[in-house]
């Protein structure tokens, strides 16, 4: 089954095309890799399907329904759920406090992601319960921010730039725990600007150019394709 299907989508901010025809899949169980540079419109396509930004004109279908017009509340309570650039946790909040947060996406849906399930993935997470969530190191609150999404039950789960300001070590744990929630069935639409991570971690990928998808295919032949790699990334 498509749990995402974007149809020429465009999104403007005034007068900046940030957006000018995307259109995009996801499939039941993938994990997709979207990457570009600086600037080139990944945020503003995770912001749009999350219904943050309003799209100018396009269609975001999820699980069958065109996502036009709900907010970005009813958004995450249907199961799209995001996790922004920088995390954005509830800083003067517990880790405790912020998991529960998490729970008002789920409503009365059931999921497999209880609170045991994210301290099993990230067991720091269990260890600082009671710590207030903005005197966590960025990898803690990185951790903290995509177990609040899973709280909320998610069919879909946009993930913005989660290596970023991360050391080596700790990106290494995230990707992990990315690629096992993956294997456990989880759906992951992944923008990095760190290509080759997203590109091993993922099986498809999308490269964003200027507002438009200048190139779609298996991560392991974009991996291969220095051009590509290079032109568009300046890897
Ligand atoms: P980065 O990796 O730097 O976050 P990005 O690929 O996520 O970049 P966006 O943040 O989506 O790119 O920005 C796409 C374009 O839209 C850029 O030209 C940016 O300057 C512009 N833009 C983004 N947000 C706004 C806004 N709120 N108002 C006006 N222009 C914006």
Do not use: C, W
């Not at 995307?22 to 890799?33: C, D, Q, T």
């Not at 749009?48 to 699980?63: D, H, P, Q, T």
């Not at 970023?164 to 456990?184: C, H, M, R, W, Y």
């Not at 507002?211 to 991996?223: D, H, M, N, R, Y």
Request: proline fraction near 3%; avoid cysteine; hydrophobic fraction near 40%.
């Amino acid at each position: 089954m498509t749990t995402l299907t974007i149809n020429d989508l465009h999104v403007s901010y005034g007068g900046v095309k940030a957006l000018r025809g995307v259109s995009l899949r996801v499939e039941e169980g993938e994990m997709v890799a979207l990457i570009g540079s600086n600037g080139a419109g990944k945020s503003t396509l995770l912001n749009a399907l999350s219904n943050v930004v309003k799209r100018k004109s396009g269609e975001v279908i999820f699980e069958g329904t065109d996502t036009r017009g709900m907010s970005p509340y009813a958004v995450s309570r249907s199961g799209l759920l995001h996790v922004p650039e920088g995390r954005q946790v509830l800083s003067d909040m517990s880790v405790y406090e912020n998991l529960q947060v998490g729970l008002i996406a789920r409503g009365k849906r059931k999921t497999i992601y209880s609170l045991d399930h994210v301290y099993e993935l990230f067991p720091v997470l269990e260890e600082r319960r009671d710590q207030i969530s903005g005197t966590l190191s960025g990898g803690q609150q990185q951790m903290l921010a995509i177990g609040r999404a899973l709280m909320g039950g998610p069919h879909l789960l946009l993930l913005d730039e989660p290596s970023l300001g991360l050391s080596p070590l700790i990106t290494d744990q995230v990707f992990d725990a990315l690629k096992k929630l993956n294997a456990e069935g989880l759906t992951v639409l992944l923008v990095e600007q760190n290509a080759h991570r997203a590109l091993e971690a993922t099986s498809r990928a999308y490269v964003l150019d200027r507002g438009q998808i200048s190139f779609e295919g298996a991560s392991s032949e974009l991996a291969g394709n220095k051009a590509v790699i290079d032109s568009y990334l300046g890897a």
